[in-house]
């Protein structure tokens, strides 16, 4: 092989590395749909969180889903409204519960999430692990809302807990149930004065099961 076309093959070479090497720190998007004729990569949550990357994107979109979804590495599990659709729902159907978090680094944000079993620990949201946040969740009808086993350093807000059998929310860690703003909604709260109007309680809330605390409980 002449020099010159040695230096254009080694070029070559050199250019395809660099491609491969930028495009892995590139996050992927994947969507989940309940339909086939919906044009998304998977049908099934947990088989779409399986597949991805750590720092992908699972986007799950409007429609009902029975499962029991364990999320196992550090990706973002995010619910759209689509076609005018509700958030999208995962129901448990009775066992287990509908989300368990297990891997740190997780983001829950926008999923409904009902009809967890009745057995200890089993949530709307379980969690397991540390530095994961959850926001703009609903979960009503479980035996917990969202249940904070053993964990650290979570972030919740924005999320809606109501209509929960034994408690809306229980944590035995020490975590943060709100953004230094705003914090979460739960509907056994009766006792909330919010004499500025600003839709926020006057009044902290102690979190069922150890010393995390509510700052900016939300009133509605």
Request: hydrophobic share 35%; aromatic share 8%; proline share 2%.
């Amino acid at each position: 092989m002449s020099n010159i076309n040695y230096v254009k093959a080694a070029g070559g070479i050199f250019i395809l590395i660099l491609l491969l090497i930028s495009g892995l720190g590139q996050a992927n998007t994947v969507r989940v749909c309940e339909c086939r004729a919906c044009g998304c990569n998977y049908l099934d949550i947990q088989e779409a969180i399986d597949a991805v990357q750590p720092g992908d994107t699972v986007l799950v979109r409007s429609g009902n889903f029975k499962a029991n979804v364990n999320v196992t590495k550090p990706v973002n599990l995010i619910g759209q409204c689509w076609h005018e659709g509700d958030l999208p729902l995962i129901d448990a159907n009775g066992t287990g519960s509908a989300i368990t978090v297990s891997a740190d680094g997780v983001t829950v944000d926008s999923i409904i999430v009902v009809n967890s079993g009745n057995e200890t620990g089993d949530a709307g949201i379980k969690v397991v692990s540390n530095n994961n946040t959850f926001s703009n969740n609903v979960a009503h009808d479980n035996f917990y809302g969202i249940c904070l086993l053993n964990s650290s350093n979570n972030v919740l807000s924005l999320n809606r807990l109501f209509n929960n059998i034994e408690s809306n929310a229980f944590d035995n860690g020490e975590n943060q149930w709100d953004d230094g703003i705003v914090g979460n909604y739960y509907g056994n709260i009766t006792w909330c004065i919010d004499q500025n109007n600003d839709s926020i309680c006057d009044s902290a809330y102690n979190i069922s099961g150890g010393p995390s605390l509510d700052r900016y409980p939300l009133a509605m």
